[in-house]
């Protein structure tokens, strides 16, 4: 499907079968596929079919990325057509198994509150947040979502702001600055979070008031404009790592890369030190994305280029980035280091130096 396709236009079924046909080529690439083909058998209303998807990446024999997003996606699914109690105990299953990844607690807590299970909701966001924030100076772009949710249910259920709340709020007014600064065309001034979340918006579309519908008018161009940032985010800014075996046998093959890799501890300090400095500068959505020797031949190959010429790396970084291939950096509080050495970030190569 190109990009630019208009939503409507999408015939879900074919494009679901389109990526289910992609998967079997690319084995490497098969769960970001196959749960790409489950959100469009969602959309074409054949639920039955994306939970059979989902079983199928849970039964597989190759060990998942993300098996708890794959979870969570399965229980949001099933509680759609009538599965509730199954639903219900694998959101059960996810929360306990606390995750350090945000998309499974985001998922799941939005199915607990576009069911009216509310309370359950702001508990389920407020589990992730708490495990995932908790003395953690920059919330990571990919935790927003659980600030901004946790946000919206505790509006709705009427509870006063807490930190996590005015974190949301701070975060919020930042990315609709820049945004705003960044659009002059846009003439309206930036919509707060806690506007965009005020519960009685809902009496609001059904007024009689010209002067209320234009205010909520403004409200949705906002909101709408913000999930258009978040949809339109490029991938990462992807730095290449190469494990210690696979620099080993690249350098060897390809001995004018030397020079881009003296050492394989010099090429971790390396990827460590450039993410800090782009993190420094504001450069946001930061990932590292973990390369192969035969996976970089064939890139070369596509390319027509030579494996040995080092101007290639950095594409190859961005095309691996482009497939989904990139983790994001720096990993959550407690998650093991991106270095694969086993040890936890901040005790690896988060400490600082």
């Given at each position: 499907?190109?990009?630019?396709?208009?939503?409507?236009?999408?015939?879900?079924?074919?494009?679901?079968?389109?990526?289910?046909?992609?998967?079997?080529?690319?084995?490497?690439?098969?769960?970001?596929?196959?749960?790409?083909?489950?959100?469009?058998?969602?959309?074409?209303?054949?639920?039955?079919?994306?939970?059979?998807?989902?079983?199928?990446?849970?039964?597989?024999?190759?060990?998942?990325?993300?098996?708890?997003?794959?979870?969570?996606?399965?229980?949001?699914?099933?509680?759609?057509?009538?599965?509730?109690?199954?639903?219900?105990?694998?959101?059960?299953?996810?929360?306990?198994?606390?995750?350090?990844?945000?998309?499974?607690?985001?998922?799941?807590?939005?199915?607990?509150?576009?069911?009216?299970?509310?309370e359950a909701a702001q508990e389920t966001f407020?589990?992730?947040?708490?495990?995932?924030?908790?003395?953690?100076?920059?919330?990571?772009?990919?935790?927003?979502?659980?600030?901004?949710?946790?946000?919206?249910?505790?509006?709705?259920?009427?509870?006063?702001?807490?930190?996590?709340?005015?974190?949301?709020?701070?975060?919020?007014?930042?990315?609709?600055?820049?945004?705003?600064?960044?659009?002059?065309?846009?003439?309206?001034?930036?919509?707060?979070?806690?506007?965009?979340?005020?519960?009685?918006?809902?009496?609001?579309?059904?007024?009689?008031?010209?002067?209320?519908?234009?205010?909520?008018?403004?409200?949705?161009?906002?909101?709408?404009?913000?999930?258009?940032?978040?949809?339109?985010?490029?991938?990462?800014?992807?730095?290449?790592?190469?494990?210690?075996?696979?620099?080993?046998?690249?350098?060897?093959?390809?001995?004018?890369?030397?020079?881009?890799?003296?050492?394989?501890?010099?090429?971790?300090?390396?990827?460590?030190?450039?993410?800090?400095?782009?993190?420094?500068?504001?450069?946001?959505?930061?990932?590292?994305?973990?390369?192969?020797?035969?996976?970089?031949?064939?890139?070369?190959?596509?390319?027509?280029?030579?494996?040995?010429?080092?101007?290639?790396?950095?594409?190859?970084?961005?095309?691996?980035?482009?497939?989904?291939?990139?983790?994001?950096?720096?990993?959550?509080?407690?998650?093991?280091?991106?270095?694969?050495?086993?040890?936890?970030?901040?005790?690896?190569?988060?400490?600082?130096?």
């Amino acid at each position: 499907m190109r990009p630019d396709t208009p939503a409507e236009n999408v015939d879900h079924s074919a494009e679901a079968a389109r990526l289910e046909r992609t998967a079997a080529r690319y084995p490497e690439d098969a769960e970001a596929l196959l749960l790409q083909a489950a959100a469009h058998l969602e959309l074409a209303g054949d639920r039955p079919a994306a939970t059979a998807l989902y079983d199928r990446l849970l039964s597989s024999a190759d060990a998942l990325e993300t098996p708890h997003l794959v979870r969570a996606l399965k229980a949001s699914n099933l509680w759609e057509y009538g599965h509730e109690a199954e639903a219900r105990a694998i959101i059960d299953g996810v929360r306990t198994a606390s995750p350090r990844d945000p998309a499974p607690w985001v998922i799941v807590a939005e199915s607990l509150e576009s069911h009216d299970e509310l309370e359950a909701a702001q508990e389920t966001f407020t589990e992730g947040v708490t495990l995932l924030l908790t003395d953690v100076p920059e919330p990571p772009y990919s935790t927003h979502p659980l600030l901004y949710g946790r946000h919206r249910v505790r509006r709705m259920l009427g509870v006063s702001h807490d930190e996590w709340d005015t974190l949301a709020d701070t975060l919020h007014s930042a990315h609709a600055s820049s945004s705003t600064s960044s659009s002059p065309s846009s003439s309206s001034s930036p919509v707060s979070l806690d506007e965009l979340h005020d519960p009685k918006r809902v009496w609001s579309l059904g007024s009689d008031n010209p002067a209320e519908l234009e205010a909520e008018i403004s409200r949705l161009r906002a909101e709408l404009g913000a999930f258009r940032e978040a949809l339109s985010r490029p991938f990462p800014v992807a730095v290449l790592h190469w494990p210690e075996g696979e620099l080993a046998e690249l350098v060897g093959e390809y001995e004018s890369l030397a020079v881009e890799y003296p050492s394989h501890e010099e090429h971790l300090a390396t990827i460590e030190g450039s993410l800090r400095e782009l993190a420094a500068s504001g450069t946001p959505n930061l990932g590292i994305v973990t390369g192969t020797v035969p996976s970089y031949e064939a890139f070369a190959a596509s390319e027509g280029a030579s494996p040995g010429d080092a101007d290639l790396l950095p594409q190859y970084a961005t095309t691996l980035a482009a497939r989904g291939r990139a983790v994001v950096w720096p990993p959550q509080r407690g998650a093991s280091c991106w270095c694969g050495s086993g040890e936890a970030y901040g005790e690896c190569h988060g400490q600082p130096r």
